[in-house]
C-alpha cells in the first residue's frame, strides 16, 4: 500500500487547535515552546486561546498550521514507526510543512519562512482591496470563461464541483453574479483578508525570494507535490523560485491528488488542524483509504488503524 500524508493549508486554523496533544503528549509540549523561542512570541496561546480574530491573522495562522501539522506528522513517525509513506502533498502553505517533512528544510527555517510568508502576505492584504469566493457545482471552463471576462483569477482547484476565485472586491462581486448566471449552484465569499493566490498577492514574492536565497535547502527525501505544476519537484534547487510563484498560482490540488491516485496511492493521511484535505479527497476518489490526526481522539483512530 503506497501512502502519501497531506498537510492542511490556512483556513483549517480554529481556536483550541493543538491543546490536547500538547496536554497529552511530552513531546507535543516541546515543539510549542521550541516555536515561541523561534518566534519570540507566544503562538502557543494564540493557538490555544485566541481570540479568533487575532488567530486569523495571516501572519499567526500560517505558522500555527504549520506548528500543529508537525506535531501530528512527529506523533504519527513516533507511534507508528514502522510507516512507509512515499510522497508527501500540502495546500498552499501546507506544501512547506510537506517540504519539511520531506526532509528538504529544517524545522527552525521552515517556521520563520511561513511566519514571514504570512506577514508578506498580510502586507499585499493590507495594500489592496481583495477576497475569495468558493464556487459550488460549475464546470472549470466556465468558471475560467468568466475570471478572465471579469477580471479574477481561479486560486485553487481544490475537487470536483469546488473552484476558489479571487480578486479586487468589485470584480469579484460582478463575477460571482456572472457566475450564478452562468449556472453555479452557489458562489459563497470566504471570511480571508484578501484575494490570496492572485496577482494581489505580487508585492510578496519579492520579499519570500529574499528570505529562501538565506536558506539551506535539502533534496527531498520522498516525492513532494508542487501546488503550481501538481508534480513532484525535480530537484532541491527548483524549490525556492516554485515557492514564489505559488503565492501568486493556481493551487491545482484536485490535479494533484489524481496524480498521487495514478501513481498508486492507496492510502492518505491527512496532518494538522481539521479535515478539509480528507474531504476534498473523497469528492475525488471515495474508494481511497483516508486518516487524519488533528487532536487525540483521530490520533488515537489513526495509530489504532495503522496496527
Not at 110 to 116: E, G
Not at 145 to 170: M, T, Y
Not at 226 to 234: D, F, G, I, K, L
Not at 244 to 253: A, G, I, K
Amino acid at each position: 500500500m503506497k501512502t502519501a500524508l497531506l498537510f492542511a493549508g490556512q483556513g483549517a486554523q480554529y481556536v483550541g487547535m493543538g491543546k490536547d496533544l500538547m496536554e497529552k503528549f511530552d513531546s507535543a509540549k516541546e515543539w510549542f515552546n521550541c516555536a515561541n523561542r523561534i518566534l519570540n512570541y507566544d503562538l502557543a496561546s494564540i493557538c490555544f486561546n485566541g481570540p479568533e480574530d487575532v488567530l486569523t491573522k495571516t501572519e499567526n495562522a500560517q505558522p500555527g498550521i504549520f506548528l500543529v501539522s508537525w506535531i501530528a506528522f512527529d506523533l504519527l513517525k513516533k507511534h507508528a514507526p514502522d510507516l512507509k509513506y512515499d510522497a508527501t502533498a500540502g495546500l498552499s502553505l501546507g506544501e512547506i510543512t510537506a517540504l519539511t517533512a520531506a526532509g528538504a528544510m529544517q524545522f527552525g527555517d521552515a517556521l520563520n519562512l511561513v511566519h514571514k510568508r504570512g506577514k508578506f502576505m498580510q502586507m499585499a492584504c493590507d495594500a489592496t482591496s481583495g477576497g475569495m469566493c468558493a464556487v459550488i457545482g460549475l464546470d472549470a471552463d466556465k468558471i475560467k470563461a468568466v475570471c478572465d471576462e471579469c477580471g479574477v483569477e481561479i486560486a485553487n482547484i481544490n475537487c470536483p464541483g469546488q473552484i476558489v476565485i479571487s480578486g479586487e472586491k468589485e470584480k469579484l462581486q460582478k463575477a460571482a453574479d456572472a457566475l450564478k448566471s452562468a449556472g453555479a449552484k452557489r458562489v459563497l465569499p470566504l471570511q480571508v483578508a484578501g484575494a490570496y493566490h492572485s496577482r494581489l498577492m505580487a508585492s510578496a514574492q519579492p520579499l519570500l525570494a529574499e528570505v529562501l536565497k538565506s536558506m539551506t535547502i535539502s533534496e527531498p527525501a520522498v516525492q513532494v507535490i508542487s501546488n503550481v505544476t501538481a508534480r513532484p519537484y525535480e530537484n532541491a534547487g527548483s524549490i525556492p523560485s516554485t515557492l514564489v510563484r505559488q503565492v501568486t498560482s493556481t493551487v491545482r490540488w484536485e490535479e494533484s491528488m489524481r496524480y498521487l491516485l495514478s501513481q498508486g496511492f492507496t492510502r492518505f493521511i491527512e496532518l494538522g488542524p481539521g479535515t478539509v484535505l480528507s474531504g476534498f479527497l473523497k469528492r475525488i476518489d471515495p474508494g481511497v483509504t483516508i486518516l487524519n490526526i488533528s487532536d487525540v481522539p483521530s490520533f488515537e483512530k489513526t495509530i489504532a488503524a495503522l496496527k
